[in-house]
């Protein structure tokens, strides 16, 4: 598993009118390194911190924080209504956005109870042909992303910029690419929690 996330079937897409992409999406280091890289854009143009109320945050400024796609006409910047799907960053869409509308509880991929979807499209999606891999990816990001975040806050003091837990994370994310470089990363934190 790893980072190169895309759908096999969006044919439940077709035709929405985009209502999740409305919706806050909070992504990860991955998503924006993904995002970053494959459409050749500034992280500040696509992406931004804000305070997290939820249990799932990096130290930062003295509060939690995670990282939102930035909104313009109250939808998501990627937002295309011109496009079939409604994004205009289909090979490099946020896990978040393409494992929709499913969500992880216990390890377990589960339609959400707030989806938005057509219920005409409903008929056309074939759930686990269309999510397995996706749910499958999107996990190993997140649980990845839960470790970069865990670490982070075990050494952060709390008052560093968001931007400084985002240069930890895709350090962390390089280190992970190969074998010597997951070797190099666990050692670093393990003498970083005996130190």
């Known amino acids: 598993m790893g980072t190169s996330i895309k759908m096999e079937s969006q044919t439940m897409c077709t035709g929405c009118p985009g209502h999740c992409c409305k919706i806050n999406a909070e992504v990860t280091a991955f998503d924006i390194a993904r995002i970053a890289i494959l459409e050749k854009l500034q992280i500040i ?34 937002y295309n209504k011109k496009n079939g799907f409604g994004c205009s960053i289909e090979e490099s869409k946020p896990s978040v956005c393409l494992s929709y ?3 992880i509880t216990s390890g377990i991929p589960v339609l959400r109870d707030d989806v938005l979807c057509p219920p005409a499209n409903f008929r056309l999606a074939d759930w686990k042909k269309m999510s397995k891999k996706t749910i499958e990816d999107y996990f190993w990001e997140w649980e990845q992303y839960l470790l970069i975040m865990d670490d982070w806050n075990s050494f952060s003091k709390g008052t560093e910029k968001p931007e400084e837990f985002l240069k930890h994370a895709l350090w962390s994310i390089e280190r992970r690419k190969s074998p010597l470089g997951r070797l190099h990363y666990q050692a670093h934190v393990l003498f970083r929690k005996i130190l």
Request: hydrophobic share 40%.
């Open 45 to 78: 143009d696509f992406v931004h911190a804000c305070e997290s109320s939820d249990e799932y945050g990096f130290k930062a400024l003295g509060s939690k924080y995670s990282f939102l796609l930035l909104h313009k006409n109250n939808a998501c910047i990627f």
């Open 101 to 103: 509308p499913f969500s």
